[in-house]
């Protein structure tokens, strides 16, 4: 990691000379950090010199000290009771907030690196294995980030993890659990409609006579109570619900002894203090109810939404695209907070005050932060489609026009609140049911596929804490270049006359108008996106729609704007 604060070009930074698992012991712990300049292993036994490695994430000397080791130990030996006792340390500290996500897979990376270097000195011996699991992201989901933390976290304590993929079909698993005689089935998915996948999954597993398989299911989209309510009841067997990797590794370790795993402690809402308030705009609903057909239904009954007076001039007629950018420059519109609590996880413990929080994050993320937007440069390829279009509202429909401004080109259906205010997407737009009355616009941004095909390789390779780390500057470059082309789109509509002086209040929309995700709250259904595709034709940017109208590559967005200045973001339920 380089220091942030170096005037020097990049060749010449100055390397960090601090641990940052120790550092952060330190300030958890009150532990006494040690200092590099001297031997961490100091007087401690062999056994303790290679729980420290895990423990603390170092790398440096480890095949030595494991030379050391098999002295006295065999190989099986030290993976079963000196470095699995390391991990069972990491997930302790990590269960009681004193380890971060990121320091996790540091140790975890040292694990694989230490098991990797014992595996070719022994033989495999039948049953020594703690237990084994198949896991699949669901058909129709492409996100494999929390399944491939599941595999991380499981496989590195001793469990055999059969890792088959995204997207797989009911027969794929069925075949795979059987054929790598697997004893636990774990389900992963990010949609809402991947929620009713695992469903018919359970289903189908009943009627095959398999329902003996424990089933772990995971995901976003998912509640504890839809698992251990609702899918229990339709499942012959055992199904449990894992909200992050670790209660995973406590269900395996209890499904591996026979015993039936202990209830959860019942999930607590995370309250965001005022400072951590961050882009609220992008916070998916994902735990909402199948589409209901009653929200789109028009009952006559507008929101008190005030049509604008004087509609913006459209800029141009169809789509243009753009694809040469200043990386550097879009990294500045980058949510620092969304990236480092959300996608990287560095979480405030309790107890701890924000101002040495904020100073910890400083010291440790942003660092990472500057490391990867060099690194990062020649692999995000930012390209943007975008385009204007006549319209009017119609009830709960926007209707697009042609540029005759009379013959109707296509129509998108949005549902609208059961109560409050009623709103509507379309009561932003002004109505008729025979013309053209309004203007929007549409959006689809992408950083291309290759930081995904980097994250393979790094997931491949055991590089386990950088995986998460170019995982989240890929999805975040993508909503930063989602959000800095929607500023050239209010400016050339003529509606940039609230944008913010602070980059904190661009990331809590306070300017005019407001931009809407397919997939999140105001307008659920993923399927409009083949609309959207109509009017912009993306693929000349290299994006395309999955079977389940997901965009690929995976860190692409897309987005309807409004320019009324009385749009905001709403939730539909």
Known sequence: MTNPSNPNPPDQELVCSYDPLIELMARFENVKASSTSTNPFEGLSVDDVLKKHI?????????????????????????????????KTVGELFGSGKMQLPFVLQSAEVMKAAVRHLEPLMEKVEGSEKGSILLATVAGDVHDIGKNLVDIILSNNGYRVVNIGIK????????????????????????????????????ELNARGLSS??????????????????????????????????????????????????PATPDAPYVLTEDEVYDTVRVKSHRTDELDPEL?????????????AEIPRMPF????????????????????IALFRGQWQFKRPEGMGNIEFNQWIDETATPIFDRLKRELGSVLKPKVKWGYFPCSSSGNHLIIYRDDLKTEWLRFNFPR??????????????PSEDRATDVVGFQIVTVGSGISELERKLFAQGE???????????????EALAEYWHKQMRLELGIGDQEPDEMRLLFSAKYHGARYSFGYPACPNLEDQTKLFELLNPKDIGIELSEEFMLVPEQSTSAILVHHPDAKYFNVK
Not at 78 to 84: A, K, P, R, S, Y
Not at 464 to 478: I, P
């Open 55 to 87: 423990v603390d994430g170092i790398k440096k000397n480890l095949e030595d000290h494991l030379a050391d080791a098999l002295k006295i130990h065999t190989p099986l030996e030290i993976i079963n009771d000196v470095l699995l006792d390391g991990m």
């Open 168 to 203: 797989q079909p009911i027969n794929a698993i069925v075949d795979k659990t059987i054929e790598s005689k697997c004893q636990v089935i774990g389900l992963s998915g990010l949609l809402v409609k991947s929620t009713l996948v695992m469903r018919d999954n359970l289903l």
């Open 213 to 262: 398989y424990p089933v772990i299911l995971g995901g976003a989209a998912l509640t504890r109570a839809y698992v251990e309510q609702d899918l229990s009841e339709i499942y012959d067997g055992k199904v449990h619900y894992a909200k992050d990797a670790f209660e995973g590794l406590r269900l395996m370790a209890e499904i591996a002894e026979g015993k039936e795993p202990a």
């Open 296 to 308: 789109y239904a028009y009952t006559g009954v507008r929101s008190d939404v005030v049509p604008v």
């Open 317 to 336: 007629f169809g789509a243009k695209r753009h694809i040469k950018f200043d990386i550097f420059e879009l990294y500045k519109y980058i949510n620092p």
């Open 417 to 430: 609140q059961r109560d409050g205010r009623r709103q509507c997407i379309t009561d932003f737009f002004n």
């Open 464 to 478: 386990f804490q950088d995986y998460l780390f170019v995982h989240g500057m890929g999805v975040e470059t993508a």
